[in-house]
């Protein structure tokens, strides 16, 4: 019923911008709050960064922070990720995932907080 879709991924120079969308579709697709995290091979998904619908606050992962913003439109169950300054150790393959549920407080940066998960977008960051 509910389908997350990333778009915006490629291959970019270091030093690089490239933004990310995320559109989630369904009748009854309702968001408390909406995030990114990001996998390469080996390596366990690592949160990126998020956003709570209710009160706006946007939280960041230290190694993005500073270089990386997440904005989005709750109407529209639509949230981007604007990625400056890309560097090499940015390639990943990034997922957007939403949390569905009541609106409370929650651990933002955890993966078991969100439920709907996209099929990924592929970001390559050249040096």
């Known amino acids: 019923q509910v389908q997350l879709v990333e778009s915006g991924g490629g291959l970019v120079q270091a030093g690089g911008s490239l933004r990310l969308s995320c559109a989630a579709s369904?009748?009854?697709?309702?968001?408390?709050?909406m995030g990114w995290f990001r996998q390469t091979p080996g390596k366990e998904r690592e949160f990126v960064a998020a956003i709570a619908w209710s009160s706006r606050m946007t939280v960041y992962a230290d190694s993005v922070k500073g270089r990386f913003t997440i904005s989005g439109d709750n109407a529209k169950n639509t949230v981007y990720l604007q990625m400056n300054s890309l560097k090499p150790e940015d390639t990943a393959l990034y997922y957007c995932?939403?949390?569905?549920?009541?609106?409370?407080?929650?651990?933002?940066?955890?993966?078991?907080?969100?439920?709907?998960w996209g099929q990924g977008a592929q970001v390559t960051v050249s040096s």
């Open positions: 369904g009748r009854t697709f309702s968001s408390t709050g």
């Open positions: 995932a939403a949390r569905m549920g009541l609106v409370a407080p929650y651990p933002m940066r955890s993966t078991t907080t969100y439920s709907a």
